[in-house]
């Protein structure tokens, strides 16, 4: 692995179960259990993992941000919406490059962001 990856991300969460749902339907990550039998995640590229965890404020203020990529903003902020997430910022292009950004709160109230690549 190359040194100074991301390799795991830890997710505030009120409901384990509902955030595990929610990324999974949103994202298509991978839930399992570890063996430990707290619920994990790994991202659709396998290079990500991380869980979520309880005893940690969710935060909604923009501070360190993560961001996902996706194949369409418009489409993920449909799920995001039907899965009990709140638009922050809108799809917004950046320059004329063909990029754009979104921001929405997951169902904790963690601020997240998504990334959209120029179409090729």
Avoid: H
């Avoid at 904790?108 to 690549?117: D, R, T, V």
Wanted: hydrophobic share 40%; glycine share 12%; with cysteine.
């Amino acid at each position: 692995m190359p040194d100074g990856k991301i390799c795991y991300v830890e997710i505030p969460a009120l409901d384990i179960e509902e955030s595990a749902d929610f990324y999974a339907i949103v994202f298509a990550w991978t839930v399992r259990v570890r063996g430990d039998g707290a619920r994990a995640f790994d991202d659709t590229t396998g290079g990500v993992s991380g869980s979520w965890v309880t005893g940690r404020s969710p935060r909604s203020d923009p501070g360190m941000l993560t961001y996902v990529m996706v194949d369409s903003i418009e489409a993920t902020v449909a799920k995001i919406t039907s899965k009990g997430g709140k638009v922050v910022t809108p799809r917004t292009a950046i320059g004329t490059s063909g990029e754009a950004y979104a921001t929405f709160l997951d169902p904790a109230g963690n601020l997240i962001g998504l990334y959209e690549e120029r179409k090729r």
